[in-house]
């Protein structure tokens, strides 16, 4: 049963494979990359790093009201506020720099021939 769930969720999804299963093995034969599908691959990549400079940004957005809020609350001093706020950035920037460095590098693997 479980072959058949995986089989079926292979077949739907966007990797344009088509599984055979012979009851015990499952096999998926993997074409050579077209010039097409490579640039799908590469802006699927580009999709899926600007997914994760969102959620980095959320997460900033996050921080900074909660140090806001504690500003606020008189649980921190200006200084202190201002200092979060800017090692917040500082690490915003050092993470949306690795997304970047890592689709770039991602982008010429699939590019390659």
């Known amino acids: 049963m479980q072959h058949k769930m995986f089989e079926k969720s292979l077949r739907d999804s966007d990797l344009g494979v088509n599984p055979s299963n012979d009851?015990?093995?499952i096999r998926i034969?993997?074409?050579q990359l077209t010039e097409e599908?490579?640039?799908?691959?590469?802006?699927?990549?580009?999709?899926?790093?600007?997914e994760a400079r969102t959620a980095i940004r959320q997460v900033r957005r996050d921080g900074n009201e909660?140090?806001?809020?504690?500003?606020?609350?008189?649980?921190?001093?200006?200084?202190?506020?201002?200092?979060?706020l800017d090692e917040i950035q500082k690490l915003?920037?050092?993470?949306?720099?690795?997304v970047a460095s890592v689709l770039k590098h991602k982008e010429t693997?699939?590019?390659?021939v």
Do not use: Q, Y
């Open 29 to 31: 034969v993997i074409p």
């Open 66 to 84: 909660k140090l806001k809020k504690m500003l606020k609350g008189h649980e921190i001093s200006e200084d202190d506020e201002k200092r979060g």
């Open 37 to 50: 599908r490579r640039k799908e691959l590469v802006k699927r990549a580009h999709h899926v790093s600007e």
């Open 109 to 112: 693997d699939i590019m390659e």
């Open 92 to 98: 915003t920037d050092k993470h949306i720099d690795e």
């Open 23 to 25: 009851g015990n093995v």
